[in-house]
């Protein structure tokens, strides 16, 4: 199939780490993006990684990827009230790798 | 620093109308992508364009329209045709960013309430 899954809630204390889970279909070379949106805005991209990658750090951010079940996800370490957004794993495919495909998007709440 | 702007953020529409929104780019990108964002749901592909002169049907195309004429500007028209058009809709372009990677860049999206 073509769908990208996400869980759709995820509530933390403030301070605490976040972890986002993805799944994914593509078992061929892909990107794997992870972007972030607050409300009434657009999408910001928060990181990416290639398929022959397992992991990526990027600051308060850790991007696993377990290509075997095809499943991604996005730590956010030391999570801050400012973290609250919508999460989204995206998946680009195509020889090109212009084609997207995005989750449903998880919605992170933190609480002080 | 180079990005995407989207207008209007705001607009209301009369039902039968027909409304354009626009979407330019100075990242230098060949591809350009419209997405129809609805409360609590993912984002789903409308039109998009690989190169000038060019542009496809995403999942979601009855009742939209495009155009792309220059690499830079990619305008998506919401007509009278589009049953359900209240919705945020998203403009993205393909390419290099700083970093070098290929990535999709989005504009803050334009809100669409018809009356």
């Known amino acids: 199939g073509e769908d990208v899954e996400q869980s759709l809630f995820l509530s933390v204390r403030e301070g605490d780490s976040s972890v986002i889970n993805c799944t994914y279909t593509?078992?061929?070379?892909?990107?794997l993006y992870w972007y972030k949106q607050e409300p009434g805005a657009g999408l910001q991209l928060l990181t990416y990684?290639?398929?022959?990658?397992d992991m990526k750090q990027d600051q308060r951010l850790t991007v696993l990827l377990n290509k075997k079940d095809k499943h991604l996800s996005l730590r956010i370490a030391d999570t801050q009230t400012g973290d609250s957004a919508i999460y989204f794993c995206?998946?680009?495919?195509?020889?090109?790798?212009?084609?997207?495909?995005f989750g449903s998007g998880t919605k992170l709440n933190v609480k002080p | 620093d180079g990005g995407i702007t989207q207008s209007p953020k705001y607009l209301f529409r009369k039902e039968g109308q027909n409304v354009t929104l626009s979407c330019e780019q100075n990242?230098?990108?060949?591809?350009m992508y419209w997405y129809r964002q609805d409360p609590g749901q993912g984002l789903r592909l409308i039109y998009y364009?690989?190169?000038?002169?060019?542009?496809q049907k995403g999942d979601i195309a009855e009742g939209y329209s495009v155009s792309r004429e220059k690499k830079e500007s990619f305008p998506l028209t919401v007509t009278s045709a589009q049953k359900n058009p209240t919705a945020f809709y998203l403009c993205?372009?393909?390419?290099?960013?700083?970093?070098?990677?290929?990535?999709?860049?989005f504009g803050a999206g334009s809100r669409l309430t018809v009356l």
């Open positions: 995206a998946e680009s495919r195509g020889s090109n790798f212009n084609k997207f495909y």
């Open positions: 593509d078992s061929s070379s892909t990107y």
């Open positions: 990684i290639f398929s022959n990658m």
């Open positions: 990242l230098n990108h060949d591809a």
């Open positions: 364009s690989q190169i000038v002169n060019d542009f």
């Open positions: 993205a372009s393909w390419g290099a960013v700083r970093s070098g990677a290929n990535v999709l860049t």
